[in-house]
C-alpha cells in the first residue's frame, strides 16, 4: 500500500475527474474512495480513462473504497462491493473497509432513531463474515476497517478468521491516537490517516479556549519555515514519519503537487518531539452525527472512550 494516497472525500462530482487524472499524472498510485462520497461513479470514468491513455496501470494502482453503514448484513456485502465495483469501473479492489462500527437501514443516514440497528443486533463480526466472504471471491486483494477503537479491534482480531489488515482513522497532531497506534504496531495492522490536514474545519473551541486551524498552528508554521516547505506538507510528512499511511484530500493540481512533494520533506527529532506536544485529543469528526436522541450510539460507545 503506497504510503501517500489521494483522500476524495468532499471533492465534488464536477471536480474529482479532473483531480483523479492530475493525480494519477503527478504519480499518485493509491486512491481512498467511499460508497459514502457519492462520486465513485466519476472516479470510475477518470480511470477509464487513465488506463485508456496509458497514465497507469491497474495494477500499479491501489484503489481502496468502503462498505457503507446500510449494507452490514454478512449477505449484503457482496452485492454493496460489486456496485462499487460497478461504479469504479474495476473488477477487484486493494482493499474494502467497514465504513462505520455503525449500522442502519436508512439509503444515506438516519432520519429517526428506529433506522439505528444496535452492534448487539448486528454485531461487526456477522458483516465480517461478509467482508471474508468478498476477499475469498477475488473481489478485494485486503479487507480492513475505520474508525475503530482499539476495543473494537481487539474483539474483532479475536472473532475473525482473516484480520483487518487496516484501521482508517481521523488522525492528526490534535488527534494523535498513540494507543490506538501502539496496538495496530502489536498486531501488525497498519494505521491510515484521515483528515490528516484538519479538513477544511476552521479555527475550534475546546474547553473555552481557540484551538487554531492545523494549517495555522504556529509550532506546524514555524517548523515549515525551519524546512522551507508548507506546514500541509509538515502535517503529511508527520504521518509517515510515524509508520502511518496518510491520505490528505485536494482537488487543486498546485495542492495535489505540493502534497506528493511531501515524501522528500524530512523531519527530525525536535520536529518530532515538539509536535508531540501538540495533542489535544480533539476530533474534526467526532461521530454526533450517529447519536441522535433513542440512537444506540453515543459518543462513548462509539470511541470507547
Ligand atoms: P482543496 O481540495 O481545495 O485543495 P483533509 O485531507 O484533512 O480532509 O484536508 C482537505 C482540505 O485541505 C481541503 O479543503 C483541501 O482543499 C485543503 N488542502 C489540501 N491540500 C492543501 C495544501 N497543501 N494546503 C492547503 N490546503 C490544502
Redesign the pocket.
Known sequence: MPVLGL?T???KPGEVYDAIIEALKIGYRHIDCAKIYGNEAEIGAAFTAAFEQGIVQRSDLWVTSKLWCNAHEETAVIPALQQTLKDLCLDYLDLYLVHWPVAFTAPLAPKTAEEYISLDELPIIETWKGMEAALNAGLTRTIGVSNFSVLKLRDLVSKAKVKPAINQVEL?PYLQQNNLLDYCNTEAITLTA???????AAAQKVEGAVLTTL?DNPVLTSIATKHAC?T??VLIQWAIARGTTV??????PE?LK??FDSINVVLDTEDMMAIAQLDAHFRFVDGTFWTMEGSPYTLANLWDE
Not at 484521515?194 to 477544511?200: A, D, I, K, N
Request: aromatic share 8%.
Open positions: 483522500g472525500w468532499k471533492s492528526h484521515y483528515s490528516p490536514l484538519g479538513t477544511s494549517r508548507t500541509a506538507q491520505i490528505p484530500k485536494s482537488v487543486n495542492r505540493q502534497n
